[in-house]
């Protein structure tokens, strides 16, 4: 939990697959100018959850277990992804390979239909995903927002879904804001976590404002030109936009209804007499 | 007796006969890395008993940073 937000923005806890999680910004580890500003980035979104991944690693370098130390230092959930993976196969093979490097059975589960748009193959996530939670991993399926597809895993026993708000990298924002609040109003009790395509703040607060769970983010914070105050920008947003979500916001309407009070209005009536 | 194997892509020539020598044969520690034959998981405790065959493809990874 971020202690710098006011008491009035500190959100309902989340529970993900029967686990309370604080914060509702989880935080990718890559792209970071360096290792300090990654943890600092950490720390100052309050995030308690971290994504990572596995490589191939170098006889040369030999750098994973150096990183694991970092990340394991930081004393957050850790959850690694499947991230370029193709095939089920290949998604399956690296899971298993992450659980037993990171000792986590929680997995933000990538197959990845197309190079250029990042797009997950959803026929190819669900066979993934049903496979992998058949041996015991609590699955994050990386989706669209399609709603068969998101039916389809949830009956799979995905208990948390993950839709993208457009594609990984791109900092767009919500791409299809109707489609998203479709997926929200039919999945009221899952819980859904905004993953990619998130650029600004304001994104990210629009999407708690809509009732999503959670964000997940990397790129927009990685990239900023000072990525530790992001962080802390990023937080700010999505504690108020949970917090506003929270509070209830107005319905939009069409028309102009003044706010200050009509009755005893100076001058009212004056002209007509 | 010498087999040719790719590791993480790469072609190379080794004298280990189990996916356990050849993680050694690497220089990684036991649990430094997890690991893979032709496209499946091994775990570690399967590696002593999964002999190496020519042209096999073995992945060898390790933690990383990701989003």
Known sequence: ?273 | MQLKVFVNGEATVTTATTLAELVAEFGFAEAGVATALNGDFVPRGARQRTPLAGDDKVEMVSPRQGG
């Open chain 1, 1 to 273: 939990m971020n202690t710098a937000l006011p008491n009035a923005l500190t959100p309902a806890s989340l529970s993900l697959y029967g686990a309370s999680v604080p914060s509702r910004l989880l935080l990718g580890t890559a792209l970071y100018p360096s290792p300090k500003v990654m943890t600092d980035a950490v720390k100052a979104a309050g995030a308690s959850i971290v994504t990572v991944s596995v490589r191939r690693e170098s006889a040369r370098a030999k750098s994973g277990m150096g990183f694991f130390e970092l990340v394991r230092n930081l004393n957050v959930r850790i959850m690694p992804n499947t991230a370029g993976c193709r095939t089920p196969r290949e998604a399956i093979a690296t899971a298993h390979m992450a659980r037993e490097l990171f000792g986590t059975d929680w997995v933000k589960l990538e197959v990845i239909g197309n190079d250029d748009t990042l797009q997950p193959d959803l026929f190819g996530l669900l066979e993934a995903a049903r496979a992998l939670i058949g041996e015991g991993f609590k699955v994050f399926p990386y989706t669209t927002e399609d709603l068969i597809a998101a039916e389809r895993l949830r009956e799979a026993g995905c208990e948390v879904l993950m839709p993208w708000a457009a594609p990984i990298g791109t900092g767009r924002g919500l791409a299809n804001p109707y489609a998203l609040r479709s997926l929200r109003t039919y999945f009221p009790d899952t819980p859904l976590i905004i993953d990619a395509g998130i650029g600004a703040p304001s994104h990210a607060a629009a999407a708690m404002e809509m009732g999503f769970d959670a964000v997940l983010l990397n790129t927009a914070v990685a990239r900023a030109a000072d990525p530790v105050r992001m962080a802390s920008a990023f937080a700010a947003a999505i504690a108020a936009g949970r917090a506003a979500f929270e509070a209830g916001l107005m319905q939009m309407r069409d028309t102009a209804t003044p706010s200050t009070p009509v009755a005893g209005t100076p001058f009212f009536g004056l002209d007509k007499s």
